[in-house]
Every structure is written in structure tokens, then in C-alpha cells.
């Protein structure tokens, strides 16, 4: 690394940013006037806001499967300038969500020394074309990046932005399982219950509906033909040409059939079976801690198993979006800023996996504007490249809870000495 880069390395940051951003922002295709601007789902999320505003009532239906405080995400962009129009106030509050991200990112590489997260944010986030702009997961994704920079130090912090992400998008909740320590942890998820009792209640006072509904629409859900599981049906498709039958439903295409009912039904076993292997990692961990294995306790340990739970939950899921790499991205930035990191090969095959990701989408689809997959050698070789990352993470927390504990070298210089002829 050059002097001249270690000296001026935040100003070419910030001005890579500008750059990427504005190359993201074309995607949208403000100033495109032979395809026009693509929308996706601000188009929905307008009309939401229109209903939260003026109705003052939760958006329902099966198109609603967030918690309360997506509605105040959705509210922000009408806090800028009207004349700007719902679309542009929305990409810029992602924007600064996205910037948020970006800075605390540079904050920790900064801390650890190591640029190369602050490069995936950067460089990586593109690759998803305009979907960071054009979903809320930034909103969600910088509230557990925050949490993850502040694990150890602040636990009232650290419960309370994993807290206000879950009430945007349920996943950043599982950031509290990078805490291993009891006193931390009970602080930290009182904190947490706290801001989700909290935004629930103002959400509650301030619209009219349940804003518990969303868990009964996420529980219908069936096989979207973006998940990890629904590989079999592209790879027949690939062999022999037959596409499998997909309808619009809950906001995405599923697959139509009785063997991906039964696929559907089946995931939710397996992402409990994985929550309680998470759980028993957790346990694992926090024992052998107190056991003396002083090297789990570090940061970069939590960072990794963290990362290493959402892509679990991820791969076993019955939903996989492109707005899903979003949150990946932003755990494997986090990861990627400490040389110590375990999970850097999984971390850099999510990356690579995002290209097919978005890939598949070049055209529009009839229903609306939601874009469909044109290509199911992609697809195919995206969830295994997804499956692979995430066994070969949980391959390498394994190996590292199992590690024997090393001994100190003053330990060791001891029992040489001991082990001496005429010692």
C-alpha cells in the first residue's frame, strides 16, 4: 500500500463513493428516456405511504410483511421536497442510509487496519444495480452494522440498534447472538425488547390495523423460485427445457406444485433446526470462553459467527430476494475489515454469488414491473455457490469452537525447561 493511498485513503474512499452511488442512482434511469424510470417496488411503497399518511392505517393484505417500523422508513421520503416526487426522496434516503453504512464501515477499518471491507461496500453494492435503492434493507442493514461495531463495548447501544433493525426487517435481531457474555447479553436484550415494545407502541397509537399481521402473511408464504431450495426445479429446467410454473404471490413469483408445497413446509423445519444449531454454537462458544478459550472472546469472532447465522438463515429460507444480498454484503464488509477474520472464502463467494444474483434480471416482467429470471444456469450456479459459502462458514466456526486452546508461551517456555536433561 502506498504512502500517498495511506495518507489520502478517506478522501479516494468518499470519492469512490460518490461515483459508485451515481453510477447505482443511473440504474434507476432518472434521465433515461427510452426505457423510462424503473420503479420496482416504490411504486408499492407510494401507495403505502399515501395509506400511512393520510388513512393513517397499516398497510394489509399479503403485499405487507414487515414490522411497524418499515412504516416509518417508508414515511421518511415524504419529509423531503414534495415537488421532488415520492421515487427521488426515497433513493435519497436510501442513499443516506447507504452512506451511514459506508461510514461506519470506514470506522472500523480504521480501528483494525484493514480496507478490504470498506472496498466490498464500496465496489460490491453496484453489482445489485439499483435494487439498494429501490428496497429499505439499507435502512435495516445500517442498524446492525452499528451494532456490530459497538459488540463488547456498548451493550445498551449494541441491544438497542439490533432492536430498532428488527423492527424494520426481523433479520439484524440475530446480531444479538454475536454476544457471548451473560451480563452483556441480558443488558443488550433489554434494551432490544425495549426499542421493539417501543416502536410497536408508537406504531400502534399512530396507525390504525394489527402490527402483528405481518407475521401471519410471512408464515403463508410458499417457494419463491429465487430460494436455495428451488434449485431442483431450474436444474430440470436446464436439462430438459420445462420452466417450472411460477404465479405472483406475497410480492414475488412462487412455484406452483405440490412437491413445492411440501419444499415450503418442510424449510420451516429446517430454519428452526438451524436457529437451534445457531443457538447451540452460541452455547458451545460461551462455554468454552469461560472454559479459558480467550481467543472466542474477540470482536472478529462475533462478527463472523453473525455472518455466518443470517447466511444460514438465508440459504434456508423459503424467500431469497435480490435486496437479500444487501444484508450480506454489509456482514461481509464487517467481517472483511479484520485480517483475523474465519470466514473470508465464504465472505468473498456471497460477493462473487451477487453477479448471478442480478444477472437474471434484464427484462420486465408482465405483472407490474417486478423483473423475472431469464436464466436457470444462473440460478443454479448462485444457490450453489450460496450453499457452499454457507457450509463452508459453518465448517470453519465448527473447526474453530473444536480448536484445542493454546497455551500461553510463558506455559509452554516452562515446560521445555522441564522437559531439560539435568532440568
Not at 117 to 130: E, F, T
Amino acid at each position: 500500500m502506498s504512502d500517498l493511498y495511506r495518507r489520502h485513503k478517506v478522501p479516494v474512499w468518499a470519492a469512490v463513493w460518490l461515483l459508485t452511488r451515481a453510477l447505482i442512482v443511473v440504474q434507476v434511469g432518472f434521465w433515461n428516456h427510452t426505457t423510462g424510470v424503473n420503479t420496482e417496488d416504490v411504486r408499492l411503497y407510494t401507495e403505502w405511504s399515501d395509506q400511512l399518511a393520510h388513512d393513517h392505517t397499516l398497510p394489509g393484505g399479503q403485499f405487507w410483511q414487515y414490522p411497524p417500523g418499515a412504516a416509518f422508513v417508508l414515511l421518511l421520503p415524504r419529509l423531503g421536497l414534495v415537488a421532488q416526487g415520492y421515487l427521488s426522496c426515497f433513493v435519497a434516503a436510501m442513499l443516506a442510509f447507504d452512506l451511514i453504512c459506508f461510514a461506519l464501515i470506514a470506522l472500523l477499518a480504521r480501528r483494525e487496519g484493514r480496507d478490504a471491507g470498506v472496498w466490498v461496500w464500496l465496489l460490491a453494492m453496484p453489482m445489485l444495480r439499483a435494487v439498494p435503492v429501490l428496497r429499505f434493507d439499507p435502512a435495516a442493514t445500517a442498524a446492525a452494522i452499528g451494532a456490530l461495531v459497538v459488540i463488547h463495548r456498548r451493550p445498551a447501544w449494541f441491544g438497542a440498534l439490533a432492536g430498532l433493525g428488527a423492527t424494520i426487517k426481523v433479520w439484524p435481531v440475530a446480531v444479538l447472538f454475536g454476544e457471548w457474555e451473560w451480563r452483556r447479553l441480558l443488558r443488550a436484550c433489554l434494551v432490544a425488547g425495549a426499542a421493539v415494545a417501543l416502536v410497536f407502541a408508537v406504531g400502534k397509537i399512530a396507525f390504525h390495523g394489527d402490527p402483528l399481521e405481518f407475521l401471519k402473511e410471512q408464515g403463508g408464504r410458499g417457494l419463491q423460485d429465487e430460494s436455495v431450495a428451488s434449485t431442483p426445479w431450474h436444474l430440470r429446467e436446464l436439462i430438459t427445457g420445462e420452466k417450472p410454473f411460477a404465479y405472483p404471490r406475497y410480492g414475488s413469483n412462487e412455484i406452483a406444485s405440490h412437491p413445492a408445497d411440501v419444499t415450503a413446509d418442510l424449510l420451516k423445519w429446517v430454519s428452526l433446526a438451524v436457529l437451534i444449531a445457531i443457538a447451540v454454537g452460541w452455547a458451545a462458544r460461551a462455554k468454552a470462553i469461560r472454559a479459558g478459550r480467550e481467543d472466542l472472546a474477540d470482536a472478529v469472532v462475533s462478527r463472523d459467527f453473525v455472518f455466518t447465522a443470517v447466511l444460514l438463515l438465508v440459504v434456508a429460507s423459503r424467500v431469497l430476494s435480490p435486496q437479500y444480498m444487501v444484508w450480506l454484503f454489509g456482514l461481509a464488509a464487517v467481517s472483511l475489515t479484520e485480517a483475523r477474520t474465519r470466514i473470508a472464502r465464504p465472505a468473498w463467494i456471497v460477493i462473487g454469488a451477487a453477479i448471478l444474483t442480478t444477472a437474471p434480471y434484464g427484462s420486465l416482467g408482465a405483472w407490474g414491473q417486478m423483473p423475472i429470471y431469464a436464466s436457470p444456469f444462473n440460478m443454479v450456479v448462485r444457490n450453489g455457490a450460496l450453499l457452499f459459502a454457507a457450509g463452508d462458514a459453518a465448517v470453519a466456526m465448527v473447526a474453530l469452537l473444536r480448536r484445542p486452546a493454546l497455551k500461553p508461551a510463558g506455559d509452554a517456555a516452562v515446560a521445555t525447561a522441564g522437559a531439560a536433561p539435568g532440568g
